[in-house]
């Protein structure tokens, strides 16, 4: 069964430096991942997804997520935070049916201090 | 910028009682989406619906939940009768047709049950 897991329930974060959140995933086949985020009390936003190509993908509002099959990972990365960034970040999986539903994972909180 | 509506943004209930949510989603977006995000967790499918059909509801507790897309447009979910574990986020996603198209979310319906 294909799932995601997202190994650090906060991360903290100076404004202006560089920030990771971290995911890894389990699939059989091929792997399609997205990043979503989540501001308090509103739905999801996408970010960004992964399909196939350039392990690099760009995704909204400066992000972009590393994708490395040896590894099984998929961080998002920005290269110098903001405060405005602080919310939870998700990852998510198609499940491999043929519906292609998302499995996501338990969310990360990412804090951007001034 | 098109967005996905949900109405009511909040709800407060009695357990046994009867509660409805309604979404209207992205206008061409042909598939749509109920999730039920638990406080602390990434969001988890009810309910699939491609135009007016179930697609997936294979995690839908059908004994007291039900949901209809009747004209394949706006969508209606139904707990009848609401429980004290009901309490949660209800978000409603759209998507065009695809498996790789990446899914748009409403702000949510937030359920308290008492």
């Known amino acids: 069964a294909q799932s995601v897991a997202q190994p650090e329930d906060q991360v903290n974060v100076a404004e202006g430096n560089p920030l990771t959140v971290k995911c890894t995933y389990s699939?059989?086949?091929?792997?399609?991942l997205f990043w979503y985020v989540q501001y308090p009390n509103r739905g999801l936003q996408f970010l960004l997804k992964y399909i196939t190509g350039d392990n690099l993908v760009k995704g909204s509002y400066g992000f972009e997520a590393e994708f490395n099959k040896s590894q099984t990972s998929f961080h998002l990365k920005k290269p110098s935070a903001l405060v405005s960034d602080s919310a939870l970040y998700f990852c998510a999986v198609r499940d491999g049916g043929s519906q292609g539903n998302l499995i996501f994972g338990k969310g990360t909180k990412l804090s951007v201090k001034p | 910028e098109a967005e996905v509506a949900q109405s009511p943004r909040y709800k407060i209930t009695e357990k046994s009682q009867a509660v409805a949510f309604w979404c209207d989603p992205i206008?061409?977006?042909?598939?749509l989406y109920w999730y039920r995000q638990i406080l602390g967790q990434g969001p988890e499918l009810l309910v699939q619906?491609?135009?007016?059909?179930?697609?997936?509801d294979s995690q839908l507790p059908k004994d007291r939940f039900s949901a209809e897309r009747l004209k394949g447009v706006d969508s209606t979910l139904k707990i009848q009768p609401a429980e004290l574990g009901d309490s949660a986020m209800y978000l409603c996603?759209?998507?065009?047709?695809?498996?790789?198209?990446?899914?748009?979310f409403g702000p949510g319906t937030r359920l308290t049950v008492l």
């Open positions: 619906f491609q135009d007016e059909s179930v697609v997936d």
């Open positions: 206008s061409g977006h042909a598939t």
């Open positions: 996603a759209s998507s065009f047709p695809g498996y790789y198209n990446e899914q748009f």
């Open positions: 699939v059989s086949g091929n792997p399609y």
